[in-house]
Each structure stands twice: as structure tokens, then as C-alpha cells.
């Protein structure tokens, strides 16, 4: 079973549908990709997912339990966690405290971990110690993307939602952080990750689902996304342009 599954969700925007009978399942041990053009409806779904936007129809579950009257907080004390595509830190706070926030939700079952402990597990899986007490806008936008990162691990989710994550990170820096996923997914964290860079998700991701105008269009390995005439057509572009 996998751990989040969509099951034809559709959302509707005054007239227009940004999402048409979406279905897709998220797998622990794996990163999924969902990829395509802009205002495709990434950010949507992942709004749904999260419970920020209400679906027209359609389900939302979690290992198995349909969690679609669940508020945001709820999701998160079950696994959830997500990052945002703009990045939302708390800019007169350092690092750290960005995670302490994080840290300090409520938690559903007894944790051994205590919230400080979880705070230093985060920051040294992602490897933020050196910039850990920069106030947050002070931060490169390199370093910004890895303390959202980070605040997100502190919850010690089982399904994580990334929008976006290396958007404004340099080759050096997107290369360690295609590890740190690989690294999070090996430990068993199910991976939902929106990212244009393809060559990223090509690397990093199991399984890749394409939306297009909100419907998806194809669902398979990177090889056959990277061969998918309608993939190439709505998205891609030629294969030369996709190589990895
Ligand atoms: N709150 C909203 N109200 C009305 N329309 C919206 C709202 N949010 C998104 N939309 C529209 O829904 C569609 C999907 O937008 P969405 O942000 O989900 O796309 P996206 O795939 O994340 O794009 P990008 O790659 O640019 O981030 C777009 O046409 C967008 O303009
Ligand atoms: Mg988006």
C-alpha cells in the first residue's frame, strides 16, 4: 500500500478547473517526482495534499485513512510535512530557531526524541551547522532552501512534500541535495518532489508523474518519462535537452 494516495481529485478556481481526476500514490523508500509546465497545478495538488485547499472531489489518504477532513496541523502530527515553493522562513530569527519552531508542534504519539534533540538531527542531516545562528534573511538562498528542508525533518515526517527545492541553488549545491534525498528515501521517507530542474529529477526521483493543464498526462520510470512524446511535446522539449 502506498503511504499518500490520490484518488481523482479535481479543483475548480471560479471557472477554471486546475486539476481534472489527478491520481497518484506516493511510495515509502522512494522519491516521486511530479513535474511539468508552469501553472500545470503542482502547487495545487500540493495545497490539497496538505489541506490548505479543499478539493471539488476526489480523496486524499494516508495509509489507507482518507484524511480528507483533516485540518493542516492534523496532517503534520500524522507524517506530513511540506516546503513552499517561495521560501516562508521566519526572517528575524536564526536558522536554528526556524527548526525550533517546527520542533516545538504537538505530537501525536510519544516521541523519545526531545524537540532540541530532534533540532540537531535536522540540522546535521541537511549539514547546517556552519550558517545555523545567521538570522534567516541573511541567508543565501542555498542555505535558506536547507533550513526549510530542515524544518521540515524536524517533525520527523514519513511523507514529505518539497515545492520547488532547489530552485536558486547553484550545480554544487543541488548535487548535495539530490544526496540528502537519496539519503532520506534510503531511511524510508516517502518523497513528493515538484522541481523544472530535470536533470534532478531524473537523478533522484523512482517514479515521475507529469501534469499538464491539470491532468496527468504520464506516470513512469525517468526513462520512459524522458522517451514520452506527449511528455516531450507538453514539457520537455527535445530529447537533447533532456539528457541527464
Ligand atoms: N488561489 C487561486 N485562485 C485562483 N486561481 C489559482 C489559485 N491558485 C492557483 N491558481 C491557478 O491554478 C493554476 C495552477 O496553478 P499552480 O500554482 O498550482 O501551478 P504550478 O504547476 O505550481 O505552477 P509553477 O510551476 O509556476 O509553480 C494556474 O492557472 C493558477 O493561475
Ligand atoms: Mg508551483
Do not use: W
Not at 26 to 45: M, R, S, W
Not at 138 to 165: N, W, Y
Not at 204 to 223: M, S
Amino acid at each position: 500500500m502506498a503511504l499518500l494516495d490520490i484518488g481523482e481529485v479535481s479543483v475548480k478556481f471560479g471557472g477554471n478547473m486546475a486539476l481534472t481526476e489527478v491520481t497518484l500514490a506516493v511510495e515509502p523508500h522512494a522519491v516521486t517526482g511530479l513535474i511539468g509546465p508552469n501553472g500545470a497545478g503542482k502547487t495545487t495538488l500540493f495545497n490539497v495534499i496538505c489541506g490548505l485547499q479543499a478539493p471539488l472531489r476526489g480523496t486524499v489518504s494516508m495509509n489507507g485513512i482518507n484524511i480528507a477532513g483533516y485540518a493542516p496541523h492534523e496532517r503534520s502530527q500524522r507524517g506530513m510535512a511540506r516546503t513552499f515553493q517561495r521560501l516562508e522562513l521566519f526572517g528575524s530569527l536564526s536558522a536554528r530557531e526556524n527548526l525550533q519552531v517546527g520542533a516545538e508542534i504537538p505530537r501525536r504519539f510519544a516521541d523519545p526524541q526531545s524537540p532540541a534533540d530532534r533540532v540537531e538531527s535536522a540540522m546535521c542531516l541537511v549539514g547546517m551547522e556552519a550558517f545555523a545562528d545567521m538570522r534567516a534573511d541573511r541567508l543565501t538562498t542555498g542555505q535558506a532552501r536547507l533550513v526549510e528542508l530542515a524544518r521540515a525533518l524536524v517533525t520527523r515526517p514519513k511523507l514529505l512534500l518539497l515545492d520547488e527545492p532547489a530552485s536558486g541553488l547553484d550545480a554544487d549545491e543541488t548535487a548535495a541535495f539530490a544526496q540528502i534525498l537519496k539519503g532520506l528515501a534510503g531511511a524510508g521517507m516517502a518523497i513528493l518532489l515538484v522541481e523544472h530542474d530535470i536533470p534532478l529529477v531524473m537523478k533522484t526521483c523512482n517514479k515521475i508523474y507529469v501534469l499538464d493543464f491539470g491532468r496527468i498526462i504520464a506516470a513512469g520510470t525517468p526513462e520512459e518519462i524522458r522517451q514520452n512524446p506527449l511528455v516531450i511535446e507538453a514539457y520537455l522539449g527535445s530529447p537533447a535537452e533532456v539528457a541527464s
